[in-house]
């Protein structure tokens, strides 16, 4: 039994780190601007293509590596600039119809960059090695992910409590106009934010597509989705609660994946039941049953509207 | 606005808009009489009613009542398999269903019968999906419908649902637009009709909704996307209100969603992405958010831009011995989304804003008549 659910458990565990990684980006942006921002997952998947052709062009990978991430980074602070400070006065709406409009251009910039077709991720050494790991083969990846998550949360919530940028980050996420009258330079938080968030989901990118190992312009979208119903699942604005989500959401889809033949050999359903088609739904169904309970969220502040 | 709302006799802007409406039916039915059949107009007409009888309903929705729904692809996806499910004729449902010996469902139903039935089925889904959703606030409830359209795809595509939605197989081999053309008792196409009753439907559902938009009931929609607790104190039943508008809407959606199935002759689940969604969203954007007039040009602008005038954008072009560069595959669509960015960031209120054809007109006569007296 044990030896049939570990390898599942294993890559949901992995998947669930690079989820959080992206789940960070959207937390503290909606803490900050209340702005779900659609992009986010697409900048995820243009960190993976830029990869892909830097490693293209002969770069040897301890440069690429680096670069990819500064480049992801610029490309968040970029998007910040053009796309979402001229709607800061704007209804909410409007700049997340922009984020819309961010995601739809920069997936008709990818194919048309790649023509539409499967970019091979180049492969880095040691972390795309195999393991076995309590009876499981699997990549190096997937037991780096889990920790490198880790280190990186605790280090963005060191920065976030103890720094001056992470205090005036909570200033901003807590009263926007109140902040700006105390001095603080809203844009320059704003953009830090997306930087970091950026940052983090390029991270991300180098972890996902080293255990999937294709980009096309539409392999954001998903994982970009899942990764925000982390950050609603753990109660959006809080870092915690979008790692903690990310992990739920990572071990129960990569458990449905596999629950046609985990119960089939407990011997609770006879023959196949192609549940495996549902691992992306069981995320969206969750979602909307945490929503319809518990609208904050798992570690969410509870917020009265006043009239 | 506020000036329309005593309005209760109809004026001459009206007559005019509708006169306007019907020309452009006339003309159509001539265009599709002379040009021969495979013109890329009827194919952007066919497409561009469509995707306006969804942009106008997603509008009834996000634009009218403030509920921002990102849901439409899953209703559309609903709509379409309701539609080509009751409609494949019993001889070609061993073929269509070949893994599922023939599949379960062993009638047909009329066309019509079938697209109504396949508005009531989304919004029955609606009903059921807007229990809980409707509570949520604006982006909250972006997100759960946008979850509730994925969750849809991946039930459509389940295996044992085999013998009903075929899989994740295609259904095909049900009626499409061409089987409106009257033929000859010698299978000549005799009049030809395929763009013109796609219009006439999509035209009449419309029409609907604007008489629902104009009613007491639409203008209890348009107070609660102004301020929902202003509303309530004016005695508007939120809950009830903003239900009854999720499923109108999930309804026209789709019937929208039967059309497209019959535009592209094959249904299949995994087309119906959230992709869809955010395009029908642009369009609706484009047109302006509270104006139906808005919905339906833009529909049929982004139809035609996408489908026809930038078609050239994808194929290498030479001006002498020039060879334009840029220009290759998906170029296209690059153009497309700058364009759609900079009316997003730059002409946010789209083309309409919130007027419609009459208030336009009413516009022009009142220009003329201050014209005329100074």
């Known amino acids: 039994m044990w ?72 490309i968040g602070f970029v998007i910040e600039r053009v796309a979402y400070k001229p709607l800061r006065t704007a209804p909410r709406m409007s700049a997340m119809i922009s984020a819309i409009g961010v995601s739809y251009t920069l997936q008709n910039l990818v194919l048309y960059i790649t023509g539409g077709l499967n970019q091979i991720y180049p492969t880095i050494p040691w972390i795309s090695d195999s393991v076995t790991l309590f009876g499981a083969t699997t990549k190096v990846v997937t037991v780096v992910t889990p920790i490198l998550t880790l280190i990186l949360v605790v280090a963005l919530v060191l920065l976030i409590n103890h720094t001056k940028i992470g205090m005036a980050m909570r200033a901003v996420s807590r009263d926007f106009e109140t902040s700006q009258l105390m001095g603080i330079k809203i844009n320059s938080v704003i953009s830090t934010t997306f930087v970091i968030g950026t940052f983090l989901a390029g991270v991300a990118s180098l972890l996902y597509f080293t255990n999937y190992t294709t980009v096309i312009q539409t392999s954001g979208a998903m994982p970009g989705l899942k990764a925000f119903v982390a950050a609603v699942f753990g109660g959006i604005g809080s870092i915690p609660g979008a790692v903690i989500g990310a992990f739920i959401i990572g071990i129960a889809e990569n458990i449905i994946k596999g629950l046609d033949i985990i119960l089939f050999k407990a011997g609770i359903i006879p023959g196949p039941m192609g549940l495996a088609t549902f691992s992306d739904a069981f995320t969206f169904a969750l979602l909307i049953i945490i929503l319809a309970v518990k609208p904050t969220g798992l570690f969410g502040e509870k917020t009265t509207d006043k009239v | 606005m506020e000036r329309n709302i005593n309005r209760k006799r109809i004026d001459s802007a009206t007559i005019i808009s509708a006169a306007i409406v019907l020309c452009l039916y006339i003309a159509v039915f001539i265009a599709e009489q002379i040009l021969p059949s495979t013109s890329m107009l009827f194919t952007v007409l066919k497409k561009g009613a469509t995707y306006a009888l969804v942009a106008v309903s997603m509008n009834l929705c996000n634009g009218f009542t403030g509920i921002f729904s990102l849901g439409q692809a899953g209703f559309m996806l609903i709509g379409a398999y309701v539609y080509g499910i009751f409609t494949i004729p019993v001889i070609s449902r061993a073929d269509v269903y070949q893994y599922y010996s023939g599949g379960l469902v062993q009638f047909t139903l009329p066309v019509f019968v079938a697209m109504l039935l396949a508005g009531l089925a989304a919004a029955f889904f609606a009903f059921l999906i807007g229990l809980p959703v409707l509570r949520l606030k604006s982006d909250y409830l972006a997100i759960a419908t946008l979850g509730f359209a994925e969750i849809i795809r991946a039930l459509f595509q389940w295996d044992k649902l085999g013998p009903v939605t075929n899989g994740s197989n295609m259904l095909r081999l049900f009626p499409t637009f061409n089987d409106f053309n009257i033929r000859g008792a010698d299978g ?187």
């Open chain 1, 3 to 74: 030896n049939t659910v570990f390898p599942y458990i294993l890559s949901g565990i992995s998947v669930g780190g690079q989820y959080a990684l992206i789940a960070i980006g959207y937390t503290m942006v909606y803490g900050i601007l209340r702005l779900i921002n659609f992009a986010h997952g697409d900048v995820f998947m243009v960190s993976g293509i830029i990869m892909v052709y830097m490693a293209a062009s002969g770069a040897p990978l301890w440069l690429c590596i680096p670069l990819v991430l500064i480049l992801t980074a610029l």
């Open chain 2, 188 to 374: 000549q196409v005799t009049v030809y009709l395929s763009t013109l009753v796609p219009l006439l439907i999509s035209g009449v559902c419309i029409g609907a909704i604007i008489l629902l938009i104009n009613s007491t009931f639409g203008r209890a929609l348009k107070a609660i996307r102004d301020d929902e607790i202003a509303a309530e104190a004016m005695g508007v039943r939120l809950a009830s209100h903003k239900r009854l508008a999720f499923c109108i809407s999930s309804f026209f959606a789709g019937v929208g969603g039967a059309m497209l199935a019959m535009y592209q002759t094959t249904v299949q689940a995994k087309s119906f992405t959230t992709a869809m969604t955010y395009e029908i969203l642009l369009i609706v954007v484009i047109g302006g958010i509270g104006s139906v007039t808005g919905s339906c040009i833009s529909s049929f602008l982004f139809v035609a831009a996408s489908e026809w005038w930038l078609r050239f954008l994808d194929q290498k072009q030479m001006i002498g011995n020039f060879e334009v560069p840029l220009l290759r595959n998906g170029f296209r669509l690059v153009v497309f989304s700058i364009i759609i960015m900079i009316v997003v960031l730059f002409f946010r209120r789209g083309i309409m804003g919130t007027r419609e054809l009459p208030d336009i007109i009413r516009g022009w006569q009142r220009k003329k008549k201050g014209g005329a007296s100074k």
